[in-house]
């Protein structure tokens, strides 16, 4: 469980914690990650850099001059102060040379923003380019002052990380980035996902803990006196400490496996857990119902003996294309598109029919992204949004011709999902958009915020299987339906229950949805225009999965002539379990902070990364989001 003091607002801010002496001249400062200060004299190097390491507080430990910064990767947290040291040499790992140098192109790039397939490098590259005096690789070693300083390779978490073996009185110390944050834990698992075995990120779920696993094997084999973790306390190393965590993780890894959708897709992608008796036999397979029809793409119809036609997912115009054939052959007409989710293999011509005007219909907890695809930065995110004309709400039923629908929010694929139960001619068909497959659960995307817990994610998907008892369960990408037994559904949920279990152990939160949702800090709108001159709202929003409330703050960190009103930490308090999102209608909404920020009059046009600094609990998690800013 992690423990962390609450604070008021006006301390949230503060300096960090008091200097942690690890030898006559090595320190550790704590933030929102641990910063290492080797001395010597009035000079020192630094290891990693939170921005709250400044030269006035290194002036507390005789510092005066810092000579270099060496990184463990490239990642926010750890990199953003060492813009207060412009005349320092920074050094950061080879393998991640260009996030450092190339941070502004990166923001820049349309294919950063835009249909995300990507999960690496992600929404932690520097705010802007930092230039690198050298780059660092496994192996290297240099000497200072009498210490002696050894580079090691340990990606994982990121694709170039490093770690940094420090010899000083007597023992040595590694400052070793997120590779372990404590015997047997990693402060999170989403920073895992990468694609393997030939597949995307997209479907790579924990697809680095491979990688991880040889830096832990590297680090157990090096044996250093003291781990110095990014995120952490300072803990003495044993061989327990590290094995601990690779057997969690081997053990997470087949739990993970056991029910995939990857086991359909890509039935080579999990080989390697191909023979554990966990695996789930898949479920029976069942051709389609005559009244569901294939469209072209990830789009099915229901067809009415009328020869209306209602549509599920628009997301290629190859579906009107084929649609407009089936009308001029068989008169045959589209009256409304239902949609299940909005990635873009779903939604990418949602505009083409809006603009038709035929009506959108989708759950209302997805609607918003529908409409406003900027304000959000989610994995396949489409650029163009579309006009939602009926949002439904969750068990929602209407009659639609000679059949009856009945609406669900579906959080299973994303949070951002509906399910839709069509009952007629003696058949209950369930779309359940991309949240299912016979083998299991497609939960591969972290990005996706597929909660764990009774109730959430998957398992209030499960809840609805029960209550509907669909004979037919239809996946937007599949050429058969599907229906589970309900022995399948409790064993798929007895290992999300296990998955949840293990998760909290190998993870210092109290809660294992802080490990698992990239987004449960996120900025809103993520993505906006402003006018030189105007002041614009910013909000911060915290999705509390904690059985208890938790205070929260943030700091904007602006350009130049750039302010908040008002100026300074803000703090809310969030209240216990959230939903994982806002707006009217939302039970047990997440909680936010609003910042008005004003643009100066004669700001240049472009983008503007924004950072935001945050608090959860009394503790410093550093700048952890940011919004982007285009100044027309």
């Keep these: 469980m992690l423990v962390l003091s609450l604070s008021a607002a006006a301390s949230l801010a503060a300096a960090p914690a008091a200097p942690l002496r690890l030898t006559d001249d090595l320190f550790v400062l704590r933030g929102a990650v641990n910063t290492g200060v080797l001395v010597h004299g009035d000079a020192a190097l630094l290891f990693d850099c939170d921005d709250s390491v400044t030269p006035e507080v290194l002036l507390t430990l005789g510092v005066r001059t810092v000579e270099s910064v060496h990184f463990t990767q490239f990642r926010r947290p750890n990199t ?69 300083v050894l580079v090691m390779d340990t990606p994982g978490m990121t694709d170039g990380a490093v770690s940094y073996a420090v010899t000083s009185g007597g023992k040595t110390w590694l400052f070793c980035g997120d590779v372990i944050s404590a015997p047997g834990q990693v402060w999170d698992l989403h920073s895992l996902q990468k694609g393997f075995n030939g597949l995307m990120d997209y479907h790579g779920f924990l697809g680095a803990h491979a990688t991880l696993l040889e830096s832990l094997a590297r680090i157990r084999a090096a044996a250093p006196d003291t781990l110095i973790p990014a995120h952490g306390e300072p803990f003495a190393f044993s061989e327990q400490a590290v094995d601990l965590l690779s057997a969690r993780m081997d053990e997470l890894w087949r739990n993970y496996a056991a029910i995939t959708a990857l086991n359909h897709y890509f039935p080579k992608a999990c080989a390697d857990a191909a023979g554990d008796p966990q695996r789930m036999k898949p479920a029976e397979r069942l051709p389609f119902p005559e009244w569901v029809r294939k469209v072209a793409y990830t789009s099915f119809a229901v067809a009415s003996d009328s020869g209306a036609l209602l549509l599920i997912d628009c997301g290629n115009d190859s579906v009107p294309d084929e649609l407009g054939d089936w009308k001029k ?145 239809l996946n937007q990408h599949q050429g058969q339906a599907f229906v589970f037994t309900p022995q399948q559904l409790d064993y798929m949920e007895s290992i999300l229950a296990k998955r949840q279990e293990l998760i909290e152990a190998m993870t210092p939160w109290d809660n294992a949805n802080f490990a698992v949702d990239t987004h449960w800090i996120r900025s809103y709108p993520h993505d906006q225009e402003v006018v030189p001159g105007a002041a614009f709202a910013l909000d911060v929003e915290f999705t509390n999965h904690s059985a208890h409330e938790a205070r929260a703050a943030v700091e904007a960190v602006l350009p130049p002539g750039w302010r908040v009103r008002d100026a300074g930490p803000r703090e809310t308090v969030i209240p216990a379990r959230t939903s994982g999102l806002r707006g009217p209608g939302v039970v047990n909404p997440d909680g936010a902070v609003r910042l008005w920020v004003e643009c100066p009059a004669d700001a240049a046009p472009g983008l503007r990364v924004i950072p935001v600094r945050v608090w959860w609990e009394g503790r410093p998690l550093g700048q952890t989001v940011h919004a982007l800013v285009r100044v027309r």
């Design 329 to 473: 052959e068989r008169g045959e007409t589209v009256e409304a598109c239902w949609v299940t989710h909005y990635h873009d293999d779903h939604v990418d011509s949602l505009h083409r029919i809006a603009n038709g005007d035929i009506p959108i219909w989708c759950d209302a907890a997805m609607a918003p992204v529908i409409e406003n695809p900027a304000h959000y930065c989610l994995p396949c995110i489409a650029p163009c949004g579309a006009p939602v004309t009926r949002r439904t709400a969750d068990g929602e039923s209407w009659p639609w011709r000679e059949f009856t629908l009945t609406a669900f929010h579906f959080p299973g694929q994303t949070l951002y999902h509906g399910g839709l139960l069509v009952e007629g001619h003696g058949k209950k068909v369930f779309f359940a958009g991309d949240s299912l497959a016979p083998s299991g659960v497609d939960d591969y995307t972290a990005g996706n915020r597929v909660f764990l817990g009774p109730g959430l994610g998957m398992r209030r998907c499960f809840d609805i299987l029960r209550q509907a008892r669909p004979d037919h369960i």
């Design 80 to 148: 953003a102060g060492g813009y207060a040291f412009p005349d320092s040499a920074l050094y950061g790992p080879a393998a991640e040379r260009d996030c450092f140098e190339q941070a502004d192109a990166y923001w820049a790039g349309w294919r950063n923003r835009w249909h995300l397939y990507k999960s690496r490098p992600g929404m932690q590259v520097p705010a802007r380019s930092m230039p690198l005096a050298g780059v660092v690789r496994g192996g290297e070693g240099f000497d200072w002052n009498g210490h002696r």
